[in-house]
């Protein structure tokens, strides 16, 4: 057996930008031909929630060309696939093809399993010749166990690329809606596990599925991306937008890093490592912040 068990901090592959992912239900051929045309960062193109178990067959068939259509303007292509054992190794033998990105892993509860779908990648990519070790992996988080599994869940496998609480599943979990005093804690768990891990932090406090209230979702997105989160999934195209918007540093972030850049450039000379700017210390933490929004804007 071919496995792929590399530490996720061995991880040497390039890093998405990620600020929207949108779900499109993969059988349905009309949001399928739409979805290239959304302007988010990456399609998941679901196997799991959104398709009736009577037609996932149908949907698994014409994965293929779905991946083809939603790519075709430059989004990271990914697919969310099932649970459960068999429904998952049919996913698995439609899905890993060219042109994904990656996987989408709902209910993620342990690194070891984690691993063996890792593992499985990795024996379909070398029967199929593809490239190896291209397809990552997202791990949904949804259940409270899980939640004491996470660090080891975020450096599994070097597949790993981002983590995201599901927010409706996990609160069903718990027997409580999905508001924010509930899913403040996990979110939060979530976030601080990726970044020890070097994995992107998605998603905001608050449900996914209230995509009507555009100005209560950018002010979560706007609140997430300030916690430390580098975007979020989205069920509806409305959200793209918003989700793109918010997290991307604004004007005034992008001048102050430039600034602070500069000043730091100025400040080593004189061999201080610390310096006033605007009535506030700046020392290399914060430095660190002004590189990370620069670099994430495509300056240097």
């Known amino acids: 057996m071919i496995k792929d068990n590399v530490p996720a901090f061995d991880n040497a592959m390039f890093v998405p930008r990620w600020r929207s992912l949108l779900f499109v239900p993969a059988h349905v051929p009309r949001f399928v031909e739409a979805?290239?045309?959304?302007?988010?960062?990456?399609?998941?193109?679901?196997?799991?929630?959104?398709?009736?178990?009577?037609?996932?067959g149908e949907a698994r068939r014409q994965l293929s060309a779905s991946v083809a259509k939603v790519g075709r303007k430059g989004a990271s292509v990914l697919v969310r696939v099932n649970r459960g054992l068999c429904a998952l190794a049919a996913d698995l033998e439609a899905a890993v093809v060219a042109g994904v990105d990656a996987l989408v892993l709902p209910k993620v509860d342990s690194?070891?399993?984690?691993?063996?779908?890792a593992n499985a990648i990795t024996e379909l990519e070398y029967e199929r010749n593809l490239a190896p070790r291209r397809i990552r992996l997202?791990?949904?988080?949804?259940?409270?166990?899980?939640?004491?599994?996470?660090?080891?869940?975020?450096?599994?496998n070097s597949r790993m690329v981002a983590m995201a609480l599901g927010p409706e599943d996990f609160s069903a979990a718990v027997?409580?809606?999905?508001?924010?005093?509930?899913l403040l804690a996990p979110n939060l768990a979530v976030l601080f596990a990726s970044r020890a891990a070097g994995l992107l932090p998605l998603g905001f406090i608050g449900s996914i599925s209230e995509f009507s209230d555009i100005r209560k979702l950018r002010k979560a997105a706007m609140h997430a991306r300030r916690l430390g989160f580098t975007g979020?999934?989205?069920?509806?195209?409305?959200?793209?937008?918003?989700?793109?918007?918010?997290?991307?540093?604004?004007?005034?972030?992008?001048e102050w890093a430039r600034r602070v850049v500069a000043a730091q450039k100025d400040a080593a000379a004189l061999g201080l490592c610390a310096f006033a700017m605007d009535g506030k210390m700046i020392d290399p933490p914060v430095v660190r912040r002004a590189h990370e929004i620069l670099a994430v804007v495509g300056h240097n």
């Open 175 to 182: 027997g409580a809606a999905p508001e924010h005093d509930v």
């Open 232 to 254: 979020a999934l989205a069920i509806h195209p409305a959200q793209v937008a918003i989700l793109n918007e918010a997290f991307s540093p604004g004007t005034h972030d992008v």
């Open 35 to 56: 979805a290239h045309d959304r302007a988010a960062d990456g399609v998941i193109l679901d196997l799991e929630d959104s398709v009736p178990q009577d037609q996932k």
């Open 138 to 156: 997202l791990a949904q988080i949804e259940t409270p166990g899980a939640l004491q599994r996470l660090g080891a869940i975020a450096s599994s």
């Open 111 to 117: 690194a070891e399993w984690v691993s063996e779908v």
